[in-house]
């Protein structure tokens, strides 16, 4: 069993990027990547019509990533009132004739964001170009807002209430009403092995949430310093997972030292309660313990290895 100790998690929490081979992690895109992709978009090549999932027609957008990005925005009556934005990145390998693998991101434009910590579509095409990874479809979804009634006036933000919550209503959400129009898209893999989770913060609690109601649907998870503390019960988690029978799920979870810590909890603390849980439970799991605090900075340095890790036992 792996664990918070393992010898890789030392290079992994460093601050360069860099494995504890002191090779660099290969999700930075390339200059000539990243010339191609200004060139495409100078001439246009983007905001292409493709498919109508809620009555809003989504758009397409070329990334420096060697796929597709589409966009859409959701309204729905799962949570009444909220509308949300998301995108469908769809890997060059992808072939209609064969089922791909999925990977939901909560957050999601913090994930798929070129000028962002992780950027997702262009690690993603890396790892599956280097076999280390199936062909994976990856789904950013945005939490929800409530438009204001008043004009010039904030929208109502809905996420705490959708990742933070215990229970099973955002599984739903996603599985029942979000995911099916895109399940109808393209051939996606029903198998929960095939079927990963992602999220940061609160939405790494929430995609922890998921998991946990529907390991018949997601089997991998993959939460950046997840907030298990008590926002609205999630420091439930570790005695949940004690006295609950094992579930069918392969969970990685990074956190930082300097987290933080509040009226709601120590978010180091925390995150070790879960993985004294997991280790107790005999679950499939990896920690690895940062120098840093609540930013995306860290998970996205190791992003690469730890994709390698969560889907390492399904690639040949």
Same mark, same amino acid.
């Given at each position: 069993?792996?664990?918070?100790?393992?010898?890789f998690?030392?290079?992994?929490?460093?601050?360069? &990027?860099?494995?504890?081979?002191?090779?660099?992690?290969?999700?930075?895109?390339?200059?000539?990547?990243? #010339?191609?992709?200004?060139?495409?978009?100078s001439?246009?090549?983007?905001?292409?019509?493709?498919?109508?999932?809620?009555?809003?027609?989504?758009?397409?957008?070329?990334?420096?990533?060697? &796929?597709?990005?589409?966009? =859409?925005?959701?309204?729905?009556?799962?949570?009444?009132?909220?509308?949300?934005?998301?995108? !469908?990145?769809?890997?060059?390998?992808?072939?209609?004739?064969?089922?791909?693998?999925?990977?939901?991101?909560?957050?999601? *434009?913090?994930?798929?964001?070129?000028?962002?910590?992780?950027?997702?579509?262009?690690?993603?095409?890396?790892?599956?170009?280097e076999?280390?990874?199936?062909?994976? #479809?990856?789904?950013?979804?945005?939490?929800?807002?409530?438009?204001?009634?008043?004009? &010039?006036?904030?929208?109502? *933000?809905n996420?705490?209430?959708?990742?933070?919550?215990?229970?099973?209503?955002?599984?739903?959400?996603?599985?029942?009403?979000?995911?099916?129009?895109?399940?109808?898209?393209?051939?996606?893999?029903?198998?929960?092995?095939?079927?990963?989770?992602c999220?940061?913060?609160?939405?790494?609690?929430?995609?922890?949430? !998921?998991?946990?109601? +529907?390991?018949?649907?997601?089997?991998?998870?993959?939460?950046?310093?997840?907030?298990?503390?008590?926002?609205?019960?999630?420091?439930?988690?570790?005695?949940?997972?004690?006295?609950?029978?094992?579930?069918?799920? *392969?969970?990685? #979870?990074q956190? =930082?030292?300097?987290?933080?810590?509040?009226l709601?909890?120590?978010?180091?603390?925390?995150?070790?309660?879960?993985?004294?849980?997991?280790?107790? *439970?005999?679950?499939?799991?990896?920690f !690895?313990?940062?120098?840093? =605090?609540?930013?995306?900075?860290?998970g996205?340095?190791?992003?690469?290895?730890?994709? +390698?890790?969560?889907?390492?036992?399904?690639?040949?």
């Amino acid at each position: 069993m792996n664990s918070y100790q393992s010898a890789f998690s030392a290079g992994w929490s460093s601050w360069r &990027g860099l494995d504890s081979g002191g090779m660099r992690v290969p999700f930075i895109a390339s200059p000539l990547s990243w #010339l191609n992709a200004l060139s495409w978009l100078s001439l246009g090549l983007c905001l292409i019509g493709l498919f109508d999932a809620t009555g809003v027609m989504a758009d397409e957008e070329e990334v420096s990533a060697q &796929g597709k990005l589409h966009h =859409g925005l959701w309204r729905g009556e799962a949570y009444p009132g909220t509308v949300r934005d998301y995108w !469908v990145y769809v890997p060059a390998a992808y072939r209609p004739d064969q089922p791909a693998s999925l990977m939901v991101f909560n957050d999601g *434009k913090s994930y798929h964001s070129e000028q962002g910590a992780f950027r997702v579509p262009q690690v993603i095409d890396g790892l599956i170009n280097e076999g280390a990874m199936p062909v994976t #479809l990856a789904v950013f979804i945005n939490p929800g807002e409530v438009p204001s009634t008043v004009p &010039g006036a904030a929208s109502r *933000k809905n996420r705490s209430f959708e990742y933070d919550a215990l229970g099973d209503r955002y599984a739903r959400f996603l599985i029942e009403r979000f995911l099916p129009p895109i399940e109808a898209q393209y051939n996606l893999s029903k198998s929960p092995e095939d079927r990963a989770i992602c999220g940061i913060s609160s939405g790494g609690i929430g995609a922890f949430t !998921v998991a946990w109601e +529907r390991p018949d649907v997601f089997g991998k998870v993959l939460c950046h310093i997840g907030s298990f503390v008590n926002i609205r019960g999630g420091h439930a988690y570790p005695f949940l997972i004690r006295k609950t029978e094992k579930k069918p799920i *392969k969970i990685f #979870l990074q956190e =930082g030292r300097r987290d933080l810590d509040n009226l709601h909890g120590n978010w180091p603390l925390a995150n070790r309660e879960m993985v004294a849980a997991l280790e107790y *439970k005999g679950y499939d799991y990896q920690f !690895v313990m940062g120098d840093g =605090g609540h930013s995306g900075q860290h998970g996205g340095q190791i992003l690469a290895d730890s994709l +390698r890790w969560l889907w390492k036992e399904d690639q040949p």
